[in-house]
């Protein structure tokens, strides 16, 4: 099963998608972290991709895109994956399916987490990164055991410059944008499902599940 998550920042996707992996025994894949692993075993692309991201500069398409085709060789994709991160923009969403059908494999299933502004800007501003782990809380949806500190390595927690209301508002309405092409080309395709993501994340889990198994 190739399921594409899509999603605004703050509907869960990250969470979903790792949740999913275990309950679906599949990879989860995040172009972040092909990224971060590439550069940091220093292959070929990870050298290239390093080399534009210390000038300042995001790692454009076409780099992603092999580092992708590269992952998909890997045979843990055999009965599928997990993506998250990406397709973000209709030309990544006809590279992607490009990059499958040279391995005669293709998208199953879109699932799109549609959460609500009002949700999403409780959710973000209210977040709480780990500066060691990067695990995530939040100040009342998941607070930590003892205040300011990661339940898992102990490290200080703290709040992303970015995760404020205007700044969050703003980064949706971008999302919003860019998400709107892919909305439409996966429906074309019928592979588009929208669920609530406004509801219980385990309730999500087990939408996206149920949806799975017709897939
Ligand atoms: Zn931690």
């Given at each position: 099963?190739?399921?594409?998550?899509?999603?605004?920042?703050?509907?869960?996707?990250?969470?979903?998608?790792?949740?999913?992996?275990?309950?679906?025994?599949?990879?989860?894949?995040?172009?972040?972290?092909?990224?971060?692993?590439?550069?940091?075993?220093?292959?070929?692309l990870?050298?290239?991709?390093?080399?534009?991201?210390?000038?300042?500069?995001?790692?454009?398409?076409?780099?992603?895109?092999?580092?992708?085709?590269?992952?998909?060789?890997?045979?843990?994709?055999?009965?599928?994956?997990?993506?998250?991160?990406?397709?973000?923009?209709?030309?990544?969403?006809?590279?992607?399916?490009?990059?499958?059908?040279?391995?005669?494999l293709?998208?199953?299933?879109?699932?799109?987490?549609n959460?609500?502004?009002?949700?999403i800007?409780?959710?973000?501003?209210?977040?709480?990164?780990?500066?060691?782990?990067?695990?995530?809380?939040?100040?009342?949806?998941?607070?930590?055991?003892?205040?300011?500190?990661?339940?898992?390595?102990q490290?200080?927690?703290?709040?992303?410059?970015?995760?404020?209301?205007?700044?969050?508002?703003?980064r949706?309405?971008?999302?919003?944008?860019?998400v709107?092409?892919?909305?439409?080309?996966?429906?074309?395709?019928?592979?588009?499902?929208?669920?609530?993501?406004d509801?219980?994340?385990?309730?999500?889990?087990?939408?996206?599940?149920?949806?799975?198994a017709?897939?």
């Open positions: 099963m190739y399921l594409v998550l899509l999603g605004p920042p703050g509907a869960g996707k990250g969470t979903q998608a790792k949740r999913l992996a275990e309950r679906l025994a599949l990879p989860h894949i995040s172009t972040g972290d092909i990224l971060r692993q590439n550069v940091k075993a220093g292959t070929d990870g050298k290239q991709a390093k080399g534009i991201m210390d000038q300042g500069l995001l790692v454009g398409d076409d780099l992603v895109a092999k580092m992708l085709d590269e992952r998909f060789n890997n045979l843990d994709i055999k009965k599928g994956f997990i993506l998250d991160g990406y397709p973000r923009t209709l030309s990544q969403a006809k590279t992607l399916d490009e990059i499958l059908s040279n391995k005669k293709a998208v199953d299933l879109v699932v799109y987490l959460a609500s502004d009002a949700v800007v409780k959710r973000l501003t209210g977040r709480l990164v780990c500066s060691k782990c990067g695990a995530n809380f939040h100040v009342t949806n998941m607070p930590p055991k003892a205040k300011g500190i990661c339940d898992s390595c490290a200080s927690l703290y709040q992303r410059s970015d995760d404020n209301e205007v700044t969050v508002r703003k949706l309405e971008v999302y919003k944008n860019e709107a092409s892919l909305i439409e080309y996966y429906t074309k395709s019928k592979k588009l499902y929208s669920l609530n993501a509801l219980d994340p385990g309730i999500v889990l087990e939408q996206v599940i149920e949806l799975s017709k897939v």
